[in-house]
């Protein structure tokens, strides 16, 4: 079996919201082990717990969103690519059984 054609606007909304999931899996684990560790900073002082939490929970706010939106762009250019050179090349084989 062949896919000669993938919808666009649906796996692009997909695959945004699992980029959008997948970040946050990321970026809260790393927040916390900033806060704990708290690393070096050159001299010139460090900048204070609240201010680094605040700069933590803003990049874990604005980050899932990033991806959400350039996902979503991502996806639909990469499809319409897929989907524009399938007709000349083929599309991707799968099998399946059952």
Known sequence: MRIIRISGHQTA????VMMAIMSLVMLVP???????????YPAGGTPSLLMEMFVIFLMVGIVPIFFLVFGYLMTCLWIAIYNRITPAIGGIEFETFG
Request: net charge positive.
């Open 13 to 16: 909304r997909v695959m945004s």
């Open 30 to 40: 790393l927040a916390l082990v900033v806060l704990i560790v708290r690393p070096g």
